[in-house]
């Protein structure tokens, strides 16, 4: 079955440092990648996306590359401010049946900035 | 364009119990989802409709059901409550064709005592 894996958290982290954050991902066929962010007693916005290999999906400084052969979709952001301590998710769409109606997402990597 | 609404916000039951949550997706879309959210399990997809009817199902007991209006809204049910069913329960709405995004509420906060 499909499944992501992301890197383990808590990532902690100066204002205006660089930000990467790791996901893999296993899946049959090609799927489409999203990060979404969750704030605080908040739910999840789309940060990103991207639907085929090589495209690449940015967003308020953030970034990542639909990489195929390394089945990798790893989040960026060269300067990091308190604004963006959230949990981030990496997810993968099902494409079965021609829909992406089944989001099968990684355990969530706890981000925060410090001042 | 106002957002996915999901009632109510937040919701204390008691084991044994069953409970009803509703979701309102954006204007236009004919697809909803529902997720459960749990410190321990994550993300776990529960079920999705489309056009009132229900397209894919994770794997989650059947005390778990919900159903689509014609207006696209959706309601979840939970029947029997058990404790472990204590999560944040997200719905999501797309126009739920191939290459879709799918926009998330806020979230019903389900506390089972």
């Known amino acids: 079955g499909n499944s992501v894996t992301q890197m383990e958290g808590p990532v902690t982290l100066s204002e205006e440092a660089f930000l990467t954050i790791n996901c893999t991902y296993t899946?049959?066929?090609?799927?489409?990648l999203f990060w979404y962010v969750q704030y605080p007693g908040e739910g999840l916005q789309l940060l990103l996306k991207?639907?085929?290999?090589?495209d690449k999906g940015s967003n308020k400084g953030f970034e990542a590359t639909y990489r195929k052969e390394t089945t990798s979709f790893h989040l960026e952001k060269g300067s990091v401010q308190v604004s963006d301590s959230a949990v981030y998710f990496c997810?993968?769409?099902?494409?079965?049946?021609?829909?992406?109606?089944?989001?099968?997402f990684g355990k969530g990597t706890l981000l925060t900035v410090n001042p | 364009k106002a957002g996915v609404t999901q009632t109510p916000r937040y919701l204390i039951k008691t084991r044994g119990q069953q409970v009803t949550l509703s979701c309102s997706p954006i204007?236009?879309?004919?697809?909803v989802s529902w997720y459960q959210q749990t410190p321990g399990q994550g993300l776990q997809f529960l079920f999705e409709?489309?056009?009132?009817?229900?397209?894919n199902k994770g794997n989650f007991p059947g005390r778990f059901s919900g159903r689509q209006f014609s207006n696209s809204r959706s309601e979840m049910n939970v029947s029997t409550l058990e404790l472990g069913d204590s999560a944040l329960y997200l719905c999501?709405?797309?126009?739920?064709?191939?290459?879709?995004?799918?926009?998330f509420g806020p979230g019903t906060r389900l506390t089972v005592l």
């Open positions: 899946a049959t066929g090609y799927p489409s």
């Open positions: 991207a639907t085929k290999a090589d």
């Open positions: 409709y489309f056009s009132e009817t229900q397209r």
């Open positions: 204007s236009g879309h004919r697809s």
């Open positions: 997810a993968l769409s099902d494409r079965r049946g021609g829909s992406n109606y089944k989001l099968t």
């Open positions: 999501a709405s797309s126009f739920g064709t191939a290459t879709d995004t799918q926009y």
